[in-house]
Protein backbone atom coordinates (compact mmCIF):
# COMPACT_ATOMS: atom_id res chain seq x y z
CA UNK A 1 0.00 0.00 0.00
CA UNK A 2 2.70 2.29 0.83
CA UNK A 3 3.62 2.67 -2.75
CA UNK A 4 0.05 3.89 -3.67
CA UNK A 5 0.58 6.67 -0.87
CA UNK A 6 3.61 8.44 -2.80
CA UNK A 7 1.90 8.18 -6.56
CA UNK A 8 2.18 11.77 -7.68
CA UNK A 9 1.47 12.71 -11.46
CA UNK A 10 2.98 15.92 -11.01
CA UNK A 11 6.26 14.28 -10.20
CA UNK A 12 5.58 11.07 -12.61
CA UNK A 13 5.40 8.66 -9.77
CA UNK A 14 2.21 6.89 -11.42
CA UNK A 15 3.77 3.51 -10.44
CA UNK A 16 6.39 1.61 -12.68
CA UNK A 17 3.79 -0.34 -14.50
CA UNK A 18 1.60 2.74 -15.68
CA UNK A 19 4.81 4.54 -16.67
CA UNK A 20 6.02 2.06 -19.21
CA UNK A 21 2.43 1.63 -20.44
CA UNK A 22 1.04 3.33 -23.52
CA UNK A 23 -0.58 5.96 -22.55
CA UNK A 24 -3.84 7.45 -24.85
CA UNK A 25 -4.74 11.09 -25.32
CA UNK A 26 -8.75 11.62 -25.17
CA UNK A 27 -8.56 12.41 -28.74
CA UNK A 28 -7.11 8.96 -29.89
CA UNK A 29 -9.68 6.99 -27.20
CA UNK A 30 -12.46 8.89 -29.08
CA UNK A 31 -11.04 6.81 -32.16
CA UNK A 32 -10.63 3.60 -30.61
CA UNK A 33 -14.02 3.78 -28.58
CA UNK A 34 -15.72 5.26 -31.96
CA UNK A 35 -14.51 2.21 -33.93
CA UNK A 36 -15.65 -0.44 -31.85
CA UNK A 37 -18.98 1.07 -31.37
CA UNK A 38 -19.20 0.94 -34.84
CA UNK A 39 -18.45 -2.85 -34.86
CA UNK A 40 -21.14 -3.27 -32.11
CA UNK A 41 -23.55 -1.23 -34.01
CA UNK A 42 -22.98 -3.69 -37.34
CA UNK A 43 -23.50 -6.97 -35.23
CA UNK A 44 -27.01 -5.60 -33.31
CA UNK A 45 -29.50 -3.21 -33.62
CA UNK A 46 -28.99 -1.05 -30.25
CA UNK A 47 -25.27 -1.26 -29.44
CA UNK A 48 -26.14 1.44 -26.49
CA UNK A 49 -27.59 -1.91 -24.82
CA UNK A 50 -24.41 -3.50 -25.08
CA UNK A 51 -22.12 -1.62 -23.68
CA UNK A 52 -21.33 -1.10 -20.23
CA UNK A 53 -22.22 2.76 -18.39
CA UNK A 54 -18.08 2.67 -18.01
CA UNK A 55 -17.85 2.67 -21.99
CA UNK A 56 -20.33 4.96 -22.64
CA UNK A 57 -19.88 7.82 -20.39
CA UNK A 58 -15.59 7.42 -21.16
CA UNK A 59 -17.27 7.86 -25.17
CA UNK A 60 -19.01 10.96 -23.95
CA UNK A 61 -15.87 12.35 -22.11
CA UNK A 62 -13.39 12.21 -24.92
CA UNK A 63 -16.06 13.02 -27.70
CA UNK A 64 -16.39 16.29 -25.17
CA UNK A 65 -12.56 17.10 -24.70
CA UNK A 66 -11.06 15.80 -27.70
CA UNK A 67 -8.59 18.72 -29.05
CA UNK A 68 -8.03 16.87 -32.38
CA UNK A 69 -11.17 15.40 -34.58
CA UNK A 70 -8.88 14.27 -37.48
CA UNK A 71 -7.12 11.05 -37.01
CA UNK A 72 -4.23 12.45 -39.32
CA UNK A 73 -3.84 15.59 -37.03
CA UNK A 74 -3.91 13.13 -33.88
CA UNK A 75 -1.67 10.90 -35.39
CA UNK A 76 0.92 14.28 -35.95
CA UNK A 77 0.62 15.25 -32.46
CA UNK A 78 1.74 12.49 -31.38
CA UNK A 79 4.37 12.37 -33.76
CA UNK A 80 5.71 16.19 -32.73
CA UNK A 81 5.32 15.36 -29.01
CA UNK A 82 7.49 12.23 -29.58
CA UNK A 83 10.49 14.70 -30.81
CA UNK A 84 10.97 16.01 -27.36
CA UNK A 85 11.96 13.34 -24.99
CA UNK A 86 8.76 13.37 -22.67
CA UNK A 87 7.43 10.25 -20.86
CA UNK A 88 4.43 9.08 -22.03
CA UNK A 89 2.20 10.75 -19.43
CA UNK A 90 3.29 13.98 -20.28
CA UNK A 91 3.08 13.62 -24.07
CA UNK A 92 -0.42 13.01 -23.29
CA UNK A 93 -1.77 15.91 -20.31
CA UNK A 94 0.10 18.34 -22.97
CA UNK A 95 -1.96 16.55 -26.05
CA UNK A 96 -5.03 16.85 -24.23
CA UNK A 97 -4.80 20.34 -22.16
CA UNK A 98 -3.11 22.07 -25.38
CA UNK A 99 -1.42 24.78 -23.17
CA UNK A 100 -1.37 28.06 -24.93
CA UNK A 101 2.06 29.62 -22.43
CA UNK A 102 4.96 28.17 -21.09
CA UNK A 103 4.30 29.13 -18.20
CA UNK A 104 0.15 27.27 -18.25
CA UNK A 105 2.42 23.62 -19.48
CA UNK A 106 4.83 23.90 -16.59
CA UNK A 107 1.60 24.39 -14.33
CA UNK A 108 -0.18 21.39 -16.03
CA UNK A 109 3.59 19.21 -16.12
CA UNK A 110 5.05 20.68 -13.41
CA UNK A 111 7.83 17.25 -14.09
CA UNK A 112 8.90 18.77 -17.21
CA UNK A 113 11.11 21.32 -15.24
CA UNK A 114 12.34 19.26 -12.86
CA UNK A 115 16.02 18.43 -12.07
CA UNK A 116 18.17 16.55 -14.56
CA UNK A 117 15.40 17.82 -17.49
CA UNK A 118 16.63 19.83 -20.26
CA UNK A 119 14.23 21.83 -21.35
CA UNK A 120 14.42 25.53 -21.21
CA UNK A 121 12.01 28.15 -21.80
CA UNK A 122 12.42 28.57 -26.00
CA UNK A 123 12.25 24.57 -26.00
CA UNK A 124 8.47 24.47 -24.58
CA UNK A 125 7.77 27.26 -26.37
CA UNK A 126 8.36 25.87 -29.47
CA UNK A 127 7.31 22.50 -28.68
CA UNK A 128 3.40 24.81 -27.91
CA UNK A 129 3.85 26.76 -31.29
CA UNK A 130 3.86 23.22 -33.17
CA UNK A 131 0.98 21.87 -31.41
CA UNK A 132 -1.20 24.98 -31.95
CA UNK A 133 0.34 24.84 -35.07
CA UNK A 134 -1.74 21.69 -35.98
CA UNK A 135 -4.77 22.88 -34.23
CA UNK A 136 -5.13 25.69 -36.65
CA UNK A 137 -4.80 23.61 -40.08
CA UNK A 138 -6.64 20.61 -38.88
CA UNK B 1 -5.42 9.44 -17.99
CA UNK B 2 -6.56 6.86 -20.35
CA UNK B 3 -3.64 4.27 -20.93
CA UNK B 4 -3.59 1.13 -23.35
CA UNK B 5 -2.19 -1.95 -21.22
CA UNK B 6 -1.98 -5.49 -21.14
CA UNK B 7 -3.73 -7.46 -18.79
CA UNK B 8 -4.08 -10.96 -17.94
CA UNK B 9 -7.01 -13.50 -16.09
CA UNK B 10 -7.97 -16.74 -15.75
CA UNK B 11 -11.37 -17.43 -17.22
CA UNK B 12 -12.86 -20.73 -16.43
CA UNK B 13 -15.08 -22.05 -19.41
CA UNK B 14 -18.01 -24.55 -19.01
CA UNK B 15 -17.65 -27.74 -21.25
CA UNK B 16 -20.45 -27.24 -23.24
CA UNK B 17 -18.92 -23.96 -25.20
CA UNK B 18 -15.74 -26.14 -26.03
CA UNK B 19 -15.48 -26.99 -29.52
CA UNK B 20 -14.60 -24.56 -32.75
CA UNK B 21 -15.56 -21.83 -31.42
CA UNK B 22 -13.87 -22.34 -28.15
CA UNK B 23 -11.65 -19.01 -28.43
CA UNK B 24 -14.36 -16.86 -29.85
CA UNK B 25 -16.67 -17.92 -26.70
CA UNK B 26 -13.44 -16.95 -24.18
CA UNK B 27 -13.19 -13.59 -25.70
CA UNK B 28 -16.87 -13.22 -25.86
CA UNK B 29 -17.17 -14.26 -22.07
CA UNK B 30 -14.27 -12.10 -21.34
CA UNK B 31 -15.75 -9.00 -22.09
CA UNK B 32 -19.18 -9.43 -20.50
CA UNK B 33 -16.76 -9.90 -17.83
CA UNK B 34 -14.48 -7.18 -17.66
CA UNK B 35 -15.67 -4.20 -19.10
CA UNK B 36 -16.73 -1.92 -17.48
CA UNK B 37 -15.41 -3.33 -14.40
CA UNK B 38 -12.92 -1.03 -12.10
CA UNK B 39 -9.81 -1.94 -9.67
CA UNK B 40 -7.49 0.31 -7.83
CA UNK B 41 -4.77 -1.23 -9.28
CA UNK B 42 -5.52 -0.60 -13.21
CA UNK B 43 -8.81 1.96 -12.99
CA UNK B 44 -11.68 1.46 -15.01
CA UNK B 45 -11.79 -1.11 -17.99
CA UNK B 46 -13.29 0.77 -20.90
CA UNK B 47 -13.01 -1.61 -23.55
CA UNK B 48 -10.77 -4.52 -24.83
CA UNK B 49 -9.17 -3.89 -27.59
CA UNK B 50 -7.62 -7.66 -28.64
CA UNK B 51 -6.75 -10.90 -27.09
CA UNK B 52 -3.04 -11.80 -27.21
CA UNK B 53 -2.51 -14.97 -26.24
CA UNK B 54 -4.71 -17.42 -24.77
CA UNK B 55 -2.40 -20.30 -22.83
CA UNK B 56 -2.70 -23.67 -21.91
CA UNK B 57 -6.43 -24.48 -20.68
CA UNK B 58 -6.24 -26.37 -17.31
CA UNK B 59 -8.83 -29.33 -16.40
CA UNK B 60 -10.54 -28.04 -12.09
CA UNK B 61 -10.61 -30.80 -10.36
CA UNK B 62 -14.53 -32.58 -9.43
CA UNK B 63 -16.25 -29.69 -11.69
CA UNK B 64 -15.17 -30.19 -15.18
CA UNK B 65 -14.90 -26.67 -15.80
CA UNK B 66 -11.47 -25.44 -17.58
CA UNK B 67 -9.21 -22.33 -16.78
CA UNK B 68 -7.19 -20.65 -19.21
CA UNK B 69 -4.89 -17.61 -18.65
CA UNK B 70 -5.95 -15.28 -21.13
CA UNK B 71 -3.50 -11.94 -21.21
CA UNK B 72 -5.39 -9.23 -23.48
CA UNK B 73 -5.22 -5.53 -24.42
CA UNK B 74 -7.37 -2.91 -23.45
CA UNK B 75 -7.73 0.51 -22.62
CA UNK B 76 -8.32 1.70 -18.86
CA UNK B 77 -8.77 4.95 -17.51
CA UNK B 78 -6.89 5.75 -14.73
CA UNK B 79 -6.96 8.68 -12.61
CA UNK B 80 -3.83 9.32 -10.46
CA UNK B 81 -3.46 12.35 -7.65
CA UNK B 82 -1.60 15.14 -8.93
CA UNK B 83 -3.08 14.67 -12.41
CA UNK B 84 -4.73 17.98 -14.12
CA UNK B 85 -8.13 16.90 -16.90
CA UNK B 86 -10.94 18.60 -17.77
CA UNK B 87 -13.96 17.20 -16.16
CA UNK B 88 -17.84 18.30 -16.80
CA UNK B 89 -19.68 19.81 -13.15
CA UNK B 90 -22.97 17.03 -12.93
CA UNK B 91 -23.70 18.76 -9.49
CA UNK B 92 -23.49 21.99 -7.53
CA UNK B 93 -24.49 22.42 -3.85
CA UNK B 94 -23.23 24.41 -0.72
CA UNK B 95 -20.64 21.74 0.31
CA UNK B 96 -18.94 22.07 -3.13
CA UNK B 97 -19.25 20.49 -6.98
CA UNK B 98 -19.51 17.16 -8.29
CA UNK B 99 -17.48 16.49 -11.85
CA UNK B 100 -17.63 13.85 -13.97
CA UNK B 101 -14.27 12.43 -15.94
CA UNK B 102 -15.62 9.78 -18.04
CA UNK B 103 -16.06 7.15 -15.95
CA UNK B 104 -14.99 8.74 -12.52
CA UNK B 105 -16.54 11.13 -10.17
CA UNK B 106 -14.86 13.89 -8.59
CA UNK B 107 -15.94 15.81 -5.91
CA UNK B 108 -14.24 20.19 -5.35
CA UNK B 109 -15.15 20.84 -1.47
CA UNK B 110 -15.78 24.39 -1.41
CA UNK B 111 -12.57 24.85 0.42
CA UNK B 112 -10.62 24.15 -2.70
CA UNK B 113 -12.91 26.36 -5.11
CA UNK B 114 -11.18 29.66 -5.08
CA UNK B 115 -12.34 32.46 -1.91
CA UNK B 116 -13.89 34.99 -4.51
CA UNK B 117 -15.97 32.50 -5.66
CA UNK B 118 -19.78 32.47 -3.56
CA UNK B 119 -22.30 30.26 -3.57
CA UNK B 120 -25.40 30.84 -5.01
CA UNK B 121 -28.42 28.78 -4.35
CA UNK B 122 -31.62 28.75 -6.39
CA UNK B 123 -33.20 26.30 -8.87
CA UNK B 124 -29.41 26.15 -10.78
CA UNK B 125 -27.30 26.37 -7.81
CA UNK B 126 -23.87 28.08 -8.55
CA UNK B 127 -19.90 29.19 -7.79
CA UNK B 128 -20.00 33.24 -8.82
CA UNK B 129 -17.32 35.40 -8.32
CA UNK B 130 -18.46 38.54 -6.82
CA UNK B 131 -18.07 40.65 -10.67
CA UNK B 132 -20.21 37.86 -12.05
CA UNK B 133 -18.32 37.05 -14.58
CA UNK B 134 -17.35 33.37 -13.60
CA UNK B 135 -19.69 30.76 -12.96
CA UNK B 136 -19.54 27.43 -12.21
CA UNK B 137 -23.06 25.34 -13.02
CA UNK B 138 -24.22 22.02 -13.99
CA UNK B 139 -22.70 21.57 -17.50
CA UNK B 140 -19.90 23.30 -17.23
CA UNK B 141 -16.69 22.20 -18.64
CA UNK B 142 -13.55 22.42 -15.86
CA UNK B 143 -10.03 22.05 -15.53
CA UNK B 144 -9.18 20.49 -11.78
CA UNK B 145 -6.08 18.75 -10.27
CA UNK B 146 -6.97 15.70 -8.53
CA UNK B 147 -5.40 16.01 -4.66
CA UNK B 148 -7.11 12.77 -3.32
CA UNK B 149 -8.43 8.88 -4.70
CA UNK B 150 -10.18 6.72 -2.47
CA UNK B 151 -10.43 3.12 -3.75
CA UNK B 152 -13.43 0.71 -2.95
CA UNK B 153 -13.78 -2.61 -4.94
CA UNK B 154 -16.10 -1.57 -7.57
CA UNK B 155 -15.20 2.42 -7.94
CA UNK B 156 -12.53 5.09 -8.05
CA UNK B 157 -13.87 8.34 -6.30
CA UNK B 158 -11.58 11.38 -6.42
CA UNK B 159 -11.33 14.81 -4.62
CA UNK B 160 -10.25 17.64 -6.61
CA UNK B 161 -8.80 21.62 -5.94
CA UNK B 162 -9.69 24.22 -8.73
CA UNK B 163 -7.28 26.50 -6.44
CA UNK B 164 -4.73 26.64 -8.33
CA UNK B 165 -3.33 28.29 -11.52
CA UNK B 166 -4.90 27.88 -14.71
CA UNK B 167 -7.42 25.27 -12.88
CA UNK B 168 -11.15 26.84 -13.28
CA UNK B 169 -13.87 26.93 -15.63
CA UNK B 170 -12.93 26.50 -19.20
CA UNK B 171 -16.63 26.85 -20.94
CA UNK B 172 -19.93 27.86 -19.48
CA UNK B 173 -22.93 26.67 -21.49
CA UNK B 174 -24.56 29.50 -20.92
CA UNK B 175 -22.40 32.00 -22.65
CA UNK B 176 -21.74 29.70 -25.69
Known amino acids: MSGEEEENAAELKIGDEFLKAKCLMNCEVALILEHKYEQLQQMSDDPMNQVSQVFEKSLQYVKRFSRYKNPDAVRQVREILSRYQLAEFELCVLGNLCPETVEEAIAMVPSIKSKGRAYDDEAIEKMLNDLSLIKKFE | ?176
Open chain 2, 1 to 176: MFFHIILERNMQLHPRYFGRNLRENLAAKLMKDVEGTCSGRHGFVVAITGIENIGKGLIRDGTGFVTFPVKYQCVVFRPFKGEILEAVVTMVNKMGFFAEAGPVQIFVSNHLIPDDMEFQSGDMPNYTTSDGSVKIQKDCEVRLKIIGTRVDATEIFCIGTIKDDFLGVINDPATV
